[in-house]
């Protein structure tokens, strides 16, 4: 079983889209968090998640917004997709919000946009 | 967070230890030090974490200097399967951001 599943593994898409990537955990962890690897491979968290609850919002554009219908849950969905956008994204979780152990993190979902 | 500092890439032979060096000199009394690597097109791997004594696990060990403004992961028989960028991170307690910087990409070679 895979701890933390995302789907679609790639995503290619063209501008203007509106598109979502879905995250869910079987590790029974209170917390989540979605990070971006942009071209140049720099790893930057863009949202987090404990219990249902936003925690962390990084200066990312509103046309990202984060959904989390239960703590296993945390999807992302893009509107009005731009070049930009095209990234790696990696979904993660850890046991609580303040977790001193290691995160679990997602292959993670390639997003092209054309 | 507390910035590290990590060579770009390092080259070590398959069976030997890799040794991986990083620098954290302004760290802070909680902030704890921990390692990621991340192979080729995967999500990254947590791998070890410590705070001021040297830690061991089934993966790899890490031995923090005395005054913490530094820390060395050891792969102690590296695979091929080793190849990868790894992270060295530090974060306190009341933190839940990792911050990645740009890593070591350490290559391990037949």
């Known amino acids: 079983d895979t701890a933390v599943s995302q789907t679609p593994k790639y995503l290619v898409t063209q501008m203007g889209n509106d598109k979502s990537i879905k995250c869910e955990q079987n590790?029974?962890?209170?917390?989540m968090y979605w990070y971006k690897q942009d071209s140049k491979k720099f790893l930057k968290i863009m949202f987090s998640?404990?219990?249902?609850?936003?925690?962390i919002n990084e200066t990312v554009p509103n046309r990202f917004s984060p959904k989390s219908p239960d703590k296993a849950h945390l999807n992302l969905h893009i509107n009005s997709l731009e070049l930009g956008d095209s990234a790696v994204y990696f979904c993660?979780?850890?046991?609580?919000?303040?977790?001193?152990?290691?995160?679990?993190f997602g292959s993670g979902t390639r997003l092209t946009v054309v | 967070d507390a910035k590290t500092t990590q060579p770009p890439s390092m080259d070590c032979a398959e069976g030997r230890a890799a040794n991986l060096p990083c620098n954290h000199s302004t760290i802070s009394g909680n902030e704890y030090v921990y390692w990621y690597r991340q192979i080729h097109s995967q999500g990254p791997q947590y791998i070890i974490h410590g705070l001021k004594n040297n830690e061991t696990n089934e993966m790899a060990s890490l031995i923090i200097t005395e005054d913490r403004k530094s820390s060395t992961l050891i792969l102690p028989h590296a695979t091929l399967r080793d190849t990868a960028v790894y992270y060295c991170i530090v974060r306190d307690f009341g933190n839940e951001k990792l911050t990645f910087g740009t890593g070591t990409r350490l290559t391990i070679i037949p």
């Open positions: 998640y404990n219990n249902k609850e936003l925690i």
């Open positions: 590790l029974g962890h209170d917390t």
């Open positions: 993660a979780s850890s046991q609580a919000a303040q977790w001193l152990g290691g995160y679990t």
